[in-house]
């Protein structure tokens, strides 16, 4: 099993899943021509992808979802919740197979197992999702304002992990965004701050761990070289260890082994 970003942040959201000929788009939060164009430095075209994931109605999350599964006759996956905020955006003479999940139920699509899991955050149905092969496991969590002990228990024994490393918290109360902002993405339903992301690593077990990345960081207040040292902190490695996706690029494909 492998996975690559298509890009990671406030600007759009995009994650590819892979086992043998089953590939899984998670999330599509960019324009429809952004989204073709990242698949194409990824090695794919929409052609290749089984079908698409969407974790939340955000835009840089479920953006040109529906779009490109019209283009390309793709199903989606989604929550009720999450199809009532963005059902709007399909095309009145659709080609989408529209599949509704339930947030604590597992589910197989071709060679892999999704299994989802709810999330606190300002969104309607929102959840993030594992990834198994029946060997091999990649954990995913974003947008997200706190850990909850069912959420350590999705993401334990993870042989991958894409954890978010939104912000540094003094960074953000000391920069540019307007107070109630700064409340939004700093509360219970908003975003993981680094500290906080580092308390939910110390917390799982890591036995497995292979890969590590640090995800949708904010352009304005995070820094790479801040998560970096936190999560080898914890983890007991050289930073070098710890990966980021970027949101220009993501990161290139991961085999986990």
């Known amino acids: 099993m492998r996975f690559a970003s298509l890009g990671s942040g406030s600007e759009g959201n995009g994650l590819v899943v892979e086992k043998n000929a089953t590939r899984l788009l998670m999330d599509c939060g960019f324009g429809l021509k952004?989204?073709?164009?990242?698949?194409?430095?990824?090695?794919?075209?929409?052609?290749?992808?089984?079908?698409?994931?969407?974790?939340?109605?955000?835009?840089?999350?479920?953006?040109?979802?529906?779009?490109?599964?019209?283009?390309?006759?793709?199903?989606?996956?989604?929550?009720?919740?999450?199809l009532k905020m963005i059902e709007r955006s399909l095309p009145g003479s659709h080609n989408v197979k529209?599949?509704?999940?339930?947030?604590?139920?597992?589910?197989?699509?071709?060679?892999?197992?999704?299994?989802?899991?709810?999330?606190?955050?300002?969104?309607?149905?929102?959840?993030?999702f594992t990834f198994s092969d029946g060997v091999r496991k990649l954990g995913v969590l974003t947008d997200t304002g706190t850990s909850t002990p069912h959420i350590e228990t999705m993401l334990n024994c993870?042989?991958?992990?894409?954890?978010?490393?939104?912000?540094?918290?003094?960074?953000?109360?000391?920069?540019?965004?307007?107070?109630?902002?700064?409340?939004?993405?700093?509360?219970?339903?908003?975003?993981?701050d680094n500290a906080?992301?580092?308390?939910?690593?110390?917390?799982?077990?890591?036995?497995?761990?292979?890969?590590?990345?640090?995800?949708?960081?904010?352009?304005?207040?995070?820094?790479?070289?801040l998560v970096t040292r936190l999560l080898s902190e914890v983890l007991g490695c050289e930073e070098e260890w710890v990966a980021i996706a970027d949101q220009a690029t993501g990161f290139g494909w991961r085999t986990i082994i």
């Open 34 to 82: 952004d989204s073709i164009e990242r698949l194409g430095k990824q090695g794919l075209t929409p052609e290749d992808l089984t079908g698409i994931l969407v974790t939340h109605e955000h835009d840089d999350h479920s953006g040109s979802a529906f779009k490109l599964a019209n283009k390309f006759r793709l199903p989606v996956w989604l929550t009720y919740g999450t």
């Open 98 to 128: 529209i599949n509704l999940i339930d947030s604590h139920q597992p589910f197989i699509i071709g060679d892999i197992e999704v299994h989802p899991f709810p999330v606190p955050h300002d969104a309607r149905e929102p959840v993030q």
């Open 158 to 192: 993870c042989d991958a992990l894409v954890l978010e490393c939104n912000h540094d918290l003094d960074m953000l109360m000391n920069g540019p965004y307007a107070w109630h902002l700064k409340k939004r993405v700093s509360g219970r339903f908003g975003h993981l």
């Open 196 to 225: 906080t992301s580092a308390s939910l690593l110390k917390a799982l077990d890591l036995s497995k761990l292979q890969h590590i990345i640090g995800a949708h960081l904010s352009a304005k207040n995070n820094k790479p070289e």
